[in-house]
């Protein structure tokens, strides 16, 4: 099953994503301008495209003047997604819908307060084809409706639901960066539970052949493919540790634990960890964590390994590059493997873990 979607997904990019020449193109300079209401400690405009860095222009004042100016230098051919954020000094961080920019646009935005997920659209005289991209979604795309819970089933059930809303604005709007742009971001978000859903190709394979034959479709593309190496019944990949280490599988049952330093619904598992670990490991359980800090955190992660006393297999992976690899995302990720390293489950819960291996570690 899950080779036939592989063979479809390898299929559909030589279909697809011709490459074509390259074009050298001149700089050009965007400009975003806005006038913010409501003072915020930390704002920021953001680039949500993570292809290269997500070209973060930020001030750190404390009140930030009622009228804001930025200039944002881009050589962008295609539209890429921004989103205006706010820090408070709590460290809480609150982030808008999309908008998208352009070489050449001049786009003036006039915030009230910041919102999450609202969408601030450009008060402009000039009707770009960017802006009017923003305005149709925002329009005909079905509000995105609070897709987290805390129950799996749900959550899964509601995400599955609201996937074929791309499928259908999509045959609508082939040009629409905008929906490209909320695609790519709810894979991201929600593949995870979801899966590789057929949808996901299905809206794309009707969006336009600039979009999908530009830079960023053929990378979403190829982040499918990687993701596909991460499903149940197949193998675990090999994963490149730091200093060239291999973790060692469980007599039984191994789950392999992503997480860093910085993330905290990560350190909170490890409480109902230790107790499993303490429970099954004579029992043929074995638990690999693998952190992705940075180079210059190891300190702090064999500090926080010593503080938590973490008594299982600990590895590190320098800035999450093998995560990244295999489109594993977001912290925390797990995988649970049988004694071959088989995947037996993925995303695996703290709790839905304890309930399996009560049943199969009796």
């Given at each position: 099953?899950?080779?036939?979607?592989?063979?479809?997904?390898?299929?559909?990019?030589?279909?697809?994503?011709?490459?074509?020449?390259?074009?050298?193109?001149?700089?050009?300079?965007?400009?975003?301008?806005?006038?913010?209401?409501?003072?915020?400690?930390?704002?920021?405009?953001?680039?949500?495209?993570?292809?290269?860095?997500?070209?973060?222009?930020?001030?750190?004042?404390?009140?930030?003047?009622?009228?804001?100016?930025?200039?944002?230098?881009?050589?962008?051919?295609?539209?890429?997604?921004?989103?205006?954020?706010?820090?408070?000094?709590?460290?809480?961080?609150?982030?808008?819908?999309?908008?998208?920019?352009?070489?050449?646009?001049?786009?003036?935005?006039?915030?009230?307060?910041?919102?999450?997920?609202?969408?601030?659209?450009?008060?402009?005289?000039?009707?770009?084809?960017?802006?009017?991209?923003?305005?149709?979604?925002?329009?005909?795309?079905?509000?995105?409706?609070?897709?987290?819970?805390?129950?799996?089933?749900?959550?899964?059930?509601?995400?599955?639901?609201?996937?074929?809303?791309?499928?259908?604005?999509a045959k609508k709007h082939h040009?629409?960066?905008?929906?490209?742009?909320?695609?790519?971001?709810?894979?991201?978000?929600?593949?995870?539970?979801?899966?590789?859903?057929?949808?996901?190709?299905?809206?794309?394979?009707?969006?336009?052949?600039?979009?999908?034959?530009?830079?960023?479709?053929?990378?979403?593309?190829?982040?499918?493919?990687?993701?596909?190496?991460?499903?149940?019944?197949?193998?675990?990949?090999?994963?490149?540790?730091?200093?060239?280490?291999?973790?060692?599988?469980?007599?039984?049952?191994?789950?392999?634990?992503?997480?860093?330093?910085?993330?905290?619904?990560?350190?909170?598992?490890?409480?109902?960890?230790?107790?499993?670990?303490?429970?099954?490991?004579?029992?043929?359980?074995?638990?690999?964590?693998?952190?992705?800090?940075?180079?210059?955190?190891?300190?702090?992660?064999?500090?926080?390994?010593?503080?938590?006393?973490?008594?299982?297999?600990?590895?590190?992976?320098?800035?999450?590059?093998?995560?990244?690899?295999?489109?594993?995302?977001?912290?925390?990720?797990?995988v649970l493997l049988d004694s071959?390293?088989?995947?037996?489950?993925?995303?695996?819960?703290?709790?839905?873990?304890?309930?399996?291996?009560?049943?199969?570690?009796k």
């Amino acid at each position: 099953m899950e080779n036939d979607f592989v063979a479809k997904l390898i299929f559909r990019i030589q279909k697809i994503l011709v490459f074509l020449p390259v074009a050298v193109l001149s700089q050009s300079t965007a400009t975003i301008q806005f006038k913010i209401n409501s003072p915020c400690y930390k704002f920021s405009i953001a680039r949500v495209s993570n292809i290269y860095d997500d070209n973060r222009f930020t001030t750190y004042k404390k009140h930030y003047p009622q009228n804001g100016f930025f200039i944002v230098k881009t050589t962008e051919k295609h539209p890429t997604p921004y989103i205006f954020t706010c820090e408070e000094e709590n460290h809480s961080i609150k982030g808008s819908g999309i908008f998208t920019v352009n070489s050449g646009d001049k786009l003036i935005f006039e915030i009230d307060s910041i919102s999450d997920r609202k969408q601030y659209l450009p008060n402009t005289k000039t009707q770009c084809k960017s802006f009017s991209d923003q305005k149709v979604f925002y329009e005909e795309f079905p509000n995105k409706i609070d897709l987290y819970s805390p129950v799996d089933s749900i959550y899964k059930a509601e995400s599955l639901n609201f996937l074929p809303n791309f499928e259908k604005y999509a045959k609508k709007h082939h040009d629409s960066y905008m929906l490209f742009w909320n695609l790519k971001n709810f894979y991201d978000e929600h593949s995870w539970i979801t899966g590789n859903n057929e949808i996901y190709m299905k809206a794309f394979d009707n969006l336009s052949a600039e979009i999908k034959n530009s830079m960023y479709g053929r990378y979403f593309v190829q982040k499918i493919l990687k993701s596909t190496k991460i499903e149940e019944g197949l193998s675990f990949p090999k994963i490149n540790l730091h200093d060239k280490k291999e973790f060692k599988l469980g007599k039984k049952y191994t789950l392999v634990d992503f997480w860093a330093t910085y993330c905290g619904s990560c350190l909170d598992s490890f409480l109902v960890y230790k107790d499993l670990y303490k429970r099954y490991k004579d029992n043929g359980f074995e638990i690999v964590a693998i952190s992705g800090d940075r180079k210059k955190d190891i300190a702090k992660w064999k500090n926080m390994i010593q503080k938590r006393q973490l008594a299982w297999q600990n590895y590190i992976d320098i800035a999450g590059k093998e995560r990244e690899k295999y489109n594993i995302n977001p912290y925390p990720y797990t995988v649970l493997l049988d004694s071959n390293g088989m995947i037996l489950k993925k995303n695996i819960s703290p709790a839905e873990l304890e309930i399996f291996l009560k049943e199969n570690l009796k």
